[in-house]
């Protein structure tokens, strides 16, 4: 039986990192037809409209790769076959890399209002919704809620709980919620 829950588990990320591979492909050409396109006369757009660019506002956060944590975010598809790894996977990501001292929350918080306002409306929706079960699923995390950790294990992740200050956690969570409720109203 653990044969079969361990294959089953195996197939199960190497589908997601398929599907994963496969958009991160999408995304790149969609950039580069959008990269050629921007040498016409069009207008160019707002920086509100602008996909976000890596942040750097700390040397913390000069080693984190924002971007990809919101691309990641934005590929959970809640509701989907394995969704639930996905996202305990991609919430352990998110905190190993930005619960932290030096970490800027409200640069952080506009990056994440420029990637969210650059989606159409329902990726918008999908995206913030993928935020909320992210959010939820930290709480347990700081709460050190046993029933989850099976999650991020079956995941194939490790979350660093050493390493991660639960007050900056939850300030970046509040500057993100911020941001979410800026994007709602």
Same mark, same amino acid.
């Given at each position: 039986?653990?044969?079969?829950?361990?294959?089953?588990?195996?197939?199960?990320?190497?589908?997601?990192?398929?599907?994963?591979?496969?958009?991160?492909?999408?995304?790149?050409?969609?950039?580069?037809?959008?990269?050629?396109?921007?040498?016409?006369?069009?207008?160019?757009?707002?920086?509100?409209?602008?996909?976000?660019?890596?942040?750097?506002?700390?040397?913390?956060?000069?080693?984190?790769?924002? !971007?990809?944590?919101?691309?990641?975010?934005?590929?959970?598809?809640?509701?989907?076959?394995?969704?639930?790894?996905?996202?305990? @996977?991609?919430?352990? @990501?998110?905190?190993?890399?930005?619960?932290?001292?030096?970490?800027? !929350?409200?640069?952080?918080?506009?990056?994440?209002?420029?990637?969210?306002?650059?989606?159409?409306?329902?990726?918008?929706?999908?995206?913030?919704?993928?935020?909320?079960?992210?959010?939820?699923?930290?709480?347990?995390?700081?709460?050190? !809620?046993?029933?989850?950790?099976?999650?991020?294990?079956?995941?194939?992740?490790?979350?660093?709980?050493?390493?991660?200050?639960?007050?900056?956690?939850?300030?970046?969570?509040? @500057?993100?919620?911020?941001?979410?409720?800026?994007?709602?109203?």
């Amino acid at each position: 039986m653990k044969l079969i829950k361990y294959c089953s588990l195996l197939l199960t990320i190497a589908l997601c990192l398929s599907v994963t591979a496969c958009h991160q492909s999408a995304h790149q050409s969609a950039a580069k037809s959008n990269v050629s396109s921007s040498h016409t006369a069009a207008p160019q757009p707002s920086i509100s409209q602008q996909q976000t660019l890596p942040v750097s506002t700390s040397a913390k956060v000069d080693k984190v790769d924002f !971007d990809k944590l919101l691309h990641d975010l934005q590929d959970l598809h809640p509701g989907t076959a394995g969704s639930s790894l996905k996202i305990a @996977a991609t919430t352990v @990501a998110w905190m190993n890399k930005l619960a932290v001292d030096s970490i800027n !929350d409200q640069e952080l918080a506009k990056q994440f209002l420029l990637f969210a306002r650059s989606l159409k409306q329902d990726a918008q929706k999908e995206f913030i919704r993928s935020w909320q079960l992210l959010r939820d699923f930290s709480d347990q995390v700081i709460k050190k !809620d046993k029933t989850i950790q099976g999650l991020w294990e079956d995941a194939g992740v490790k979350l660093k709980e050493k390493l991660i200050n639960s007050k900056a956690w939850q300030k970046l969570v509040r @500057a993100i919620d911020a941001a979410v409720k800026e994007l709602t109203t």
